[in-house]
C-alpha cells in the first residue's frame, strides 16, 4: 500500500515510515501542512497517517485535501493530545476513519494499517 506520513516529528516519522516499509509498504514523508499538500497531488495514496498538531498549524485541511486528491485513501489521525477525546474527529473531519493517540505502539499502528490495507483490497472497482 502508498502511504503518506505526515508528522513533525522526525524521528518519529522515520519509525514510522520504516517500520512500515520493513512490512512491504510504499512509504513518503511529510513534516507540515504545504509539504503533505503537495506530496498529495496526483499521488494517489491509499492511507495517510496524519499527525493533528503540526509547525504551521492543526492538519485538518490536509484531511479535507486527501478526499478530493485521493478519495480512495484511509486517513488514520494522531494525537498525543486530550482532543476528541470521544471520537469527535470524524465530527470535524469526516474523512478520518480512526484516530491512534500518542504514544501509539508499533504493533497497533500495523495493524490498523492491515485492516486499512485489506479493506482497500476488498473494495469494489
Given at each position: 500500500?502508498?502511504?503518506?506520513v505526515?508528522?513533525?516529528?522526525?524521528?518519529?516519522?522515520d519509525?514510522?515510515?520504516?517500520?512500515?516499509?520493513?512490512?512491504?509498504?510504499?512509504?513518503?514523508?511529510?513534516?507540515?501542512?504545504?509539504?503533505?499538500?503537495?506530496?498529495?497531488?496526483?499521488?494517489?495514496y491509499?492511507?495517510?497517517?496524519?499527525?493533528?498538531?503540526?509547525?504551521?498549524?492543526?492538519?485538518l485541511?490536509?484531511a479535507?485535501?486527501t478526499?478530493?486528491?485521493?478519495?480512495?485513501?484511509?486517513i488514520?489521525?494522531?494525537?498525543?493530545?486530550?482532543?476528541?477525546?470521544?471520537?469527535?474527529?470524524?465530527?470535524?473531519?469526516?474523512?478520518?476513519d480512526?484516530?491512534?493517540?500518542?504514544?501509539?505502539?508499533?504493533?497497533?499502528?500495523h495493524?490498523?494499517?492491515?485492516?486499512a490495507?485489506?479493506?482497500?483490497?476488498?473494495?469494489?472497482?
Open positions: 500500500m502508498k502511504i503518506l505526515v508528522e513533525d516529528d522526525r524521528v518519529l516519522c519509525v514510522f515510515a520504516t517500520s512500515l516499509r520493513d512490512a512491504g509498504h510504499e512509504v513518503h514523508k511529510a513534516f507540515d501542512i504545504n509539504s503533505a499538500i503537495d506530496r498529495l497531488r496526483g499521488r494517489g491509499g492511507l495517510v497517517i496524519l499527525d493533528y498538531y503540526l509547525p504551521d498549524g492543526i492538519s485541511p490536509v479535507e485535501y478526499c478530493v486528491a485521493c478519495p480512495d485513501a484511509r488514520i489521525l494522531l494525537t498525543g493530545s486530550g482532543v476528541f477525546p470521544n471520537g469527535e474527529a470524524s465530527i470535524l473531519a469526516p474523512c478520518v480512526w484516530m491512534l493517540r500518542k504514544p501509539v505502539p508499533l504493533e497497533d499502528l495493524a490498523l494499517v492491515d485492516y490495507a485489506l479493506n482497500a483490497e476488498l473494495r469494489p472497482s
